[in-house]
């Protein structure tokens, strides 16, 4: 019988560049002298750059964790935490540099922009280029902009809540990020406000052997109820990169928050990135995750459910190829009653690719008559990959239901069989398979989105004898 043979994900739509052109890039390194650089090209106001070195300070007191991928590649005597395109930040297509306007073009922005989104943000490497939003939603008094502006033009806000979800000292790469954040996007959707259309940002890492460190921050007011998206993409270079970006989220009273992304980083990127949302009393927070690129992935978003009735799911699917190191996963903790969290992640690992599922569910006193249910599955296209599944339960209260289940397999040449013998080619059987494994979390996107996760989990297949 034929062995069946997965080609890798096929990146081409991504691994584009442009030339390292930009009108600046800071030294290499983290110093005190970096980060003052920096404050002084964001024009910050003296309460973000007291922010900035106090969490340098905090950077240099923490450890690199002592658990997951080896990070012993990553030297930041060897990235430059800041680099400026050649491009101001404008609110027309039309005033896009053509090397970035085409880079986004080819990405499929405008086209979404058009007929799918309400909003849009376009990152490159550290600075916003481009950001726009319809004007109905303005009127509505909704507030999408980028977090520069944000610090400027609301700062009361943004001190009110800015590195409040992800405190500074809650890992080493969080207080880099608080030491040299740039760009991201700031969102604000007022009481009972339905934002009909999904906002999107999009981040594109262009430069070699630099970092992107963007902050998103996204109040969703009592009632009110919003869809964002995330895109992430870089090509492919030599050398390590970093991205240390960060998300706080904060869903109030009966509100609802979808956080839908799709991560497409080369396989020299290192992704350390942290993403947190806290839930008010009747709330809801729904992630979506796509996780395809990078050579190490760190990332573990958490819903920390603070009201009663608040709830949280979390559907993701990882695929990791040769030379990847994919450590995902979800922490959700509930501290009220009546809340709830329901936890779907998939995996498929390929060619020595490496997996892991790391969860938490933390259910303190306060969860009664609370429910959690985890179920995570893995699939093994070979048998050099590697999938592993690492759950910690901490159930404080006895009066909660709680289930886990986890799945690891591998595709059997006897299913494969069996659908030839039907009139399905190899290459078809397989893409069933594949396509059905993956559904659960396409089938939660917006088309456009779904189909570029199609893409991207390896719908190139084929048989050869082996």
Same mark, same amino acid.
């Given at each position: 019988?034929?062995?069946?043979?997965?080609? &890798?994900?096929?990146?081409?739509?991504?691994?584009?560049?442009?030339?390292?052109?930009?009108?600046?890039?800071?030294?290499?390194?983290?110093?005190? *002298?970096?980060?003052?650089?920096?404050?002084?090209?964001?024009?910050?106001?003296?309460?973000?750059?007291?922010?900035?070195?106090?969490?340098?300070?905090?950077?240099?007191?923490?450890?690199?964790?002592?658990?997951?991928?080896?990070?012993?590649?990553?030297?930041? *005597?060897?990235?430059?935490?800041?680099?400026? $395109?050649?491009?101001?930040?404008?609110?027309?297509?039309?005033?896009?540099?053509?090397?970035?306007?085409?880079?986004?073009?080819?990405?499929?922005?405008?086209?979404?922009?058009?007929?799918?989104?309400?909003?849009?943000?376009?990152?490159?490497?550290?600075?916003?280029?481009?950001?726009?939003?319809?004007?109905?939603?303005?009127?509505?008094?909704?507030?999408?902009?980028?977090?520069?502006?944000? @610090?400027?033009?609301?700062?009361?806000?943004?001190?009110?809540?800015?590195?409040?979800?992800?405190?500074?000292?809650?890992?080493?790469?969080?207080?880099?990020?608080?030491?040299?954040?740039?760009?991201?996007?700031?969102?604000? @959707?007022?009481?009972?406000?339905? @934002?009909?259309? $999904?906002?999107?940002?999009?981040?594109?890492?262009?430069?070699?052997? #630099? /970092?992107?460190?963007?902050?998103?921050?996204?109040?969703?007011?009592?009632?009110?109820?919003?869809?964002?998206?995330?895109?992430?993409?870089?090509?492919?270079? #030599?050398?390590?990169?970093?991205?240390? /970006?960060?998300?706080?989220?904060?869903?109030?009273?009966?509100?609802?928050?979808?956080?839908?992304?799709?991560?497409?980083?080369?396989?020299?990127?290192?992704?350390?990135?942290?993403?947190?949302?806290?839930?008010?009393?009747?709330?809801?927070?729904?992630?979506?995750?796509?996780?395809?690129?990078?050579?190490?992935?760190?990332?573990?978003?958490?819903?920390?459910?603070?009201?009663?009735?608040?709830?949280? &799911?979390?559907?993701?699917?990882?695929?990791?190829?040769?030379?990847?190191?994919?450590?995902?996963?979800?922490?959700?903790?509930?501290?009220?009653?009546?809340?709830?969290?329901?936890?779907?992640?998939?995996?498929?690992?390929?060619?020595?690719?490496?997996?892991?599922?790391?969860?938490?569910?933390?259910?303190?006193?306060?969860?009664?008559?609370?429910?959690?249910?985890?179920?995570?599955?893995?699939?093994?296209?070979?048998?050099?990959? @590697?999938?592993?599944?690492?759950?910690?339960? *901490?159930?404080?209260? $006895?009066?909660?239901?709680?289930?886990?289940?986890?799945?690891?397999?591998?595709?059997?040449?006897?299913?494969?069989?069996?659908?030839?013998?039907?009139?399905?080619?190899?290459?078809?059987?397989?893409?069933?398979?594949?396509?059905?494994?993956?559904?659960?979390? +396409?089938?939660?996107?917006?088309?456009?989105?779904?189909?570029?996760?199609?893409?991207?989990?390896?719908?190139?297949?084929? /048989? +050869?004898?082996?």
């Amino acid at each position: 019988m034929k062995k069946t043979i997965v080609k &890798e994900v096929n990146t081409n739509i991504y691994d584009f560049k442009n030339e390292d052109e930009y009108e600046y890039k800071i030294e290499k390194g983290l110093t005190k *002298d970096t980060v003052l650089e920096i404050s002084r090209q964001k024009d910050d106001p003296e309460w973000m750059r007291d922010i900035r070195l106090n969490a340098l300070k905090v950077y240099n007191e923490l450890s690199l964790p002592t658990w997951g991928p080896d990070l012993k590649e990553l030297n930041m *005597d060897e990235i430059a935490t800041y680099v400026k $395109p050649k491009s101001g930040k404008a609110s027309t297509w039309e005033d896009v540099p053509d090397n970035i306007k085409d880079t986004f073009e080819r990405l499929g922005i405008p086209e979404a922009e058009r007929e799918a989104l309400a909003g849009v943000g376009a990152q490159y490497d550290s600075e916003v280029v481009y950001h726009s939003m319809r004007m109905e939603l303005m009127a509505q008094g909704v507030i999408y902009t980028d977090m520069e502006t944000a @610090v400027r033009d609301y700062p009361d806000i943004v001190k009110e809540y800015f590195m409040k979800a992800v405190p500074v000292n809650d890992h080493k790469f969080a207080a880099l990020h608080t030491a040299v954040w740039s760009g991201g996007s700031f969102v604000y @959707v007022p009481k009972g406000i339905q @934002v009909e259309m $999904p906002l999107q940002s999009y981040f594109r890492l262009n430069s070699p052997e #630099s /970092g992107q460190f963007e902050h998103t921050l996204i109040i969703v007011d009592e009632g009110a109820s919003l869809h964002f998206i995330e895109g992430c993409s870089a090509p492919k270079y #030599s050398k390590i990169n970093l991205h240390a /970006g960060c998300v706080e989220l904060y869903v109030k009273k009966g509100a609802y928050l979808r956080y839908s992304t799709i991560e497409n980083w080369s396989k020299n990127m290192m992704n350390l990135n942290t993403k947190k949302a806290i839930v008010e009393e009747g709330g809801t927070m729904e992630w979506v995750s796509g996780s395809f690129g990078s050579h190490i992935s760190m990332l573990y978003p958490m819903s920390i459910l603070n009201g009663k009735g608040a709830k949280t &799911e979390f559907t993701g699917i990882s695929f990791a190829g040769a030379t990847q190191n994919l450590d995902n996963g979800f922490k959700a903790v509930l501290n009220a009653p009546n809340t709830s969290a329901v936890v779907n992640s998939k995996s498929i690992s390929k060619n020595g690719g490496k997996c892991t599922y790391r969860s938490l569910v933390k259910a303190t006193p306060n969860a009664t008559n609370s429910k959690a249910s985890v179920s995570c599955e893995s699939l093994m296209l070979d048998d050099i990959s @590697v999938s592993d599944t690492i759950p910690v339960n *901490d159930i404080e209260t $006895p009066d909660i239901e709680f289930s886990h289940e986890a799945k690891i397999g591998k595709i059997s040449d006897k299913t494969i069989f069996y659908l030839m013998s039907r009139g399905i080619s190899e290459k078809d059987a397989l893409a069933l398979i594949v396509r059905g494994f993956a559904y659960p979390i +396409s089938k939660e996107l917006p088309l456009e989105y779904a189909v570029e996760m199609n893409n991207l989990i390896g719908l190139e297949l084929e /048989g +050869s004898i082996g």
